[in-house]
C-alpha cells in the first residue's frame, strides 16, 4: 500500500509547473536562415507564450505583431530568444521580420 503511494505521488510531481522543459502552454518559434518562421503558423490558446529563437547565423531578425502593437520582440544574434509572455486575447495575429518583410508568420490564438 505505501508503495502505491509513493508511486501516485512521483507521478503528481511530473506534472507540476516547471518539472519539465516541456511545458503544454508553451511553445517555440524558430527562424531559419532563408528568412522564415518555423512554424509559420501555429495553434496556441489565450494565456499560452511563445519563444522566438534565432537559428540563422547570418541575420538578425524580429517578430513584429503586424498591428504593431500586440508584440514586438528583438531577437539579435545566434540562439539568442525573446518570450512573448501571455497572448490575452482570441484571434488571429499575423507578425513578419522588420528587417525581412516578406518573413511572414501567424498566430492562431483560441479561447
Ligand atoms: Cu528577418
Known amino acids: 500500500m505505501n508503495r502505491l503511494i509513493a508511486a501516485t505521488m512521483v507521478s503528481c510531481c ?25 512554424p509559420a503558423t501555429i495553434a496556441i490558446k489565450v494565456g499560452n507564450t511563445i519563444t522566438w529563437i534565432n537559428d540563422d547565423d547570418n541575420s538578425f531578425h524580429t517578430a513584429t505583431s503586424d498591428d504593431g502593437t500586440t508584440f514586438d520582440t528583438r531577437v539579435e544574434s545566434l540562439s539568442h530568444s525573446n518570450r512573448v509572455n501571455r497572448f490575452t486575447a482570441a484571434g488571429e495575429i499575423a507578425y513578419h521580420c522588420r528587417r525581412h518583410p516578406a518573413m511572414k508568420g501567424r498566430i492562431i490564438v483560441s479561447p
Open 14 to 38: 511530473c506534472l507540476l509547473p516547471g518539472a519539465h522543459a516541456q511545458e503544454p502552454w508553451h511553445f517555440e518559434i524558430r527562424m531559419l536562415g532563408g528568412n522564415s518562421f518555423d
